[in-house]
């Protein structure tokens, strides 16, 4: 019989101890219903946590069950919690730690271990002091940030693998990263992956709560999650025990009431697994708060702003096919002090929305080419709403069409 490296088995020994003490093996414990279910989830959240907004009790506690129903979702949301020292946003990365499925709690993880940890569990991943990426830094993020953002950009989605070169020569090595994150920071990430979250903004605690989490406490509750994520594993629970419900939403039903596809897609999950009335209304009215703020940040941004100049020109001249960068540089207001070249910066914002570019018959101005089908379109996109929806026709069956010009709401 080959002896064993003495060295290698106690290592193993450690890995397997670190492992169970991360992934603990637990019983599962029956619960009477979802409905008796979430709100001692949510009781939790409230106890070992000050949140300035009540609401995120309801996303924290949605976002539990969900954890444990990933396997029934094309996408998921990120949570990011935002906010100075000491305002609570490790201690709530620390419950979804205890709470959620398969959870596992950094501040310093490579790239190549979340790859091998989500392809394996698709489990929850949660990243504490996001700071240190140094994505706003003079010297822009660092090659470890650089090698994270790929991760958690195609890790929303369903399908969208990360595919890497193997280093023996040999096929591809392909990464499915999909799976439920969470991360807290002291500063804003990166547009790209703030578009793919749910952000939580932060305060100092105000109310006292305890100075530790009470473990063991948990255990009765962690043992109903297990018992929660079995049943929807296996679709069926043994007679006596709550069974698993059917989706009653389907997405785009979610997005008509929310009117945005993205925020639809990122509060879609926690909605259907939330069991109670006053939660999923919680969730919609969040849901349509971020609908909102992001509409105001994308009008108030430059290209929104030059959006403006663009309807009010457009309206102002009788709603031509044709404006020209003249006119759209004479209307607007709104330039810094170190933009030297106006006509130049403002095609650049012209490119930005996607206006093709063009010019008069012999000769004439510069411009771009305009139709109120586009124009209606970048309107809602950017919620100014100097075009008004017109209602549909008879009930939901109609179309819908816009009513050109008058006066903004």
């Known amino acids: 019989m080959e002896r064993q490296d003495p060295e290698r088995l106690a290592w193993k020994a450690v890995q397997d101890r670190i492992r169970s003490e991360l992934f603990p093996v637990r019983n599962p414990v029956r ?12 009781d939790t959240f409230e106890t070992f946590w000050d949140p300035p907004d009540d609401r995120y009790l309801d996303v924290g506690s949605s976002c539990v069950l969900f954890s444990q129903r990933v396997h029934q979702f094309n996408t998921t949301p990120y949570l990011f919690v935002h906010g100075p020292p000491d305002s609570g946003k490790s201690r709530f990365l620390d419950l979804l730690r205890l ?25 929850t991943l949660l990243v504490d002091e996001t700071d240190t990426w140094g994505v706003r830094s003079r010297q822009g993020p660092s090659e470890r940030t650089q090698e994270l953002m790929p991760i958690l950009n195609s890790g929303y989605r369903r399908g969208d693998h990360v595919i890497r070169a193997n280093r023996e020569g040999g096929k591809p090595i392909y990464y499915d ?64 025990n709550p069974q698993p419900r059917e989706v009653d939403l389907e997405i785009d039903e979610l997005r008509d009431q929310i009117g945005d596809n993205r925020v639809a897609e990122l509060y879609y999950g926690p909605y259907v697994c939330c069991p109670t009335a006053e939660g999923r209304q919680t969730l919609l009215e969040l849901a349509k708060e971020t609908v909102t703020a992001r509409g105001e940040a994308r009008a108030d941004s430059d290209v929104g702003q030059v959006l403006e100049s663009i309807l009010s020109v457009w309206l102002l001249h009788d709603m031509p096919d044709f404006l020209t960068i003249e006119d759209l540089v004479t209307w607007h207001s709104d330039y810094s002090t170190n933009v030297k070249d106006r006509s130049s910066w403002m095609g650049h914002k012209l490119s930005k929305l996607g206006f093709s570019r063009g010019r008069q018959s012999h000769g004439g101005p510069r411009g771009v080419i305009v139709s109120p089908e586009k124009l209606i379109r970048l309107d809602r996109q950017f919620r100014l709403y100097y075009l008004h929806p017109r209602p549909a026709v008879s009930g939901t069956s109609g179309t819908s069409g816009t009513t050109l010009g008058g006066e903004r709401p």
């Open 31 to 42: 619960y009477e219903s979802e409905e008796q279910l979430y709100p001692m989830v949510r």
């Open 177 to 240: 990263t999909f799976g439920f994150k969470a991360g807290a920071g002291t500063e804003q990430w990166p547009r790209t992956l703030l578009e793919r979250c749910i952000v939580l903004e932060m305060n100092e605690n105000i109310r006292p709560i305890p100075a530790e989490i009470n473990t063991k406490a948990l255990e009765p509750l962690q043992g109903m999650l297990e018992m929660y994520h079995e049943i929807y594993q296996l679709g069926r629970a043994a007679s006596g």
């Open 99 to 123: 709470l959620c499925r398969d959870a596992l709690k950094s501040s310093s993880i490579s790239p190549a271990a979340i790859y091998q940890f989500l392809t394996e569990t698709h489990g």
